[in-house]
């Protein structure tokens, strides 16, 4: 019996000691971070990959995660991990996460002038998508999947 209230203290603690740092967010087993600054969507996947080598853009799986990332935002813009680079109007996430979950704005996506591939969460009440060209500077918010 006390042998395995120690395994299962040993997992809790390994569990919390999961993220990089207390920077990072948890919620539903993965660990989130929020940037403090802005940068275009190439040098934001840069930045979170720097940050941990298994660390993405956000890919977001259902309207909850949606939300809790939308909450954690506040009024800002955030660029996530969804694009179409490879072919135009197909949408996939940056870490190869399974597409199963999108949450346009209405009249989007729209590929404003041919040039928006990246997507942002755009409307701070609903959280709802909005595609963007990947050179404009937002905050955004990277992923740790499963880690915490």
Known sequence: MVLLAVVAACLVTAALAACPSDQWLTNDGNCYWISAYKASWDNARKACQTMDPAADLTSI???????????????????IGL?????NREFLWSDNSVVEFLYWAPNQPDNLLFKQHC????????????DEDCSVEKTFVCKLTGAA
């Open 83 to 87: 694009n179409d680079h490879m072919h």
């Open 61 to 79: 799986s259902h309207l909850l995660e949606n939300s809790f990332i939308v909450e954690k935002l506040g009024a800002e813009y955030a660029w």
């Open 119 to 130: 997507v942002q969460i755009y409307d701070k009440l609903s959280g709802e998508w909005d």
